[in-house]
Nanobody, 114 residues
Framework: VQLQASGGGLVQAGGYLRLSCAAS????????MGWHRQAPGKQRELVAG???????NYANFMKGRFTISREKAKNTVYLQMHSLKPEDTGVYYC?????????WGQGTQVTVSS
């Protein structure tokens, strides 16, 4: 499974970004996709996830600002991020899971200026 993340960038506080993660390869076995992020000097943490059935989960501090969705036909998962804050700055990593492995994309940088 290969994951290609895109959509990061520099945005002012209060702004919006949409991240995309396109999956390719042996994707038929994937049952969950999601996003984690890693801020400078901190551990990687969950942002949001979505199952193959469409169920979603979010980190508590993301709720109401971020929305995860998917487009099955394109094997792509999106993360819409509204009302961005400087503390949202970090590298955002897409991941996918099957019954055996967790796959990671290369990450996309999100920088929110105050």
């Amino acid at each position: 499974v290969q994951l290609q993340a895109s959509g990061g960038g520099l945005v002012q506080a209060g702004g919006y970004l949409r991240l995309s993660c396109a999956a390719s390869g042996s994707i038929f076995s994937i049952n969950h996709m999601g996003w984690h992020r890693q801020a400078p000097g901190k551990q990687r943490e969950l942002v949001a996830g979505i199952t193959s059935a469409g169920s979603t989960n979010y980190a508590n501090f993301m709720k109401g600002r971020f929305t995860i969705s998917r487009e099955k036909a394109k094997n792509t998962v999106y993360l819409q991020m509204h009302s961005l804050k400087p503390e949202d700055t970090g590298v955002y990593y897409c991941n996918a899971r099957d019954s055996l492995y967790v796959y990671w994309g290369q990450g996309t940088q999100v920088t929110v200026s105050s």
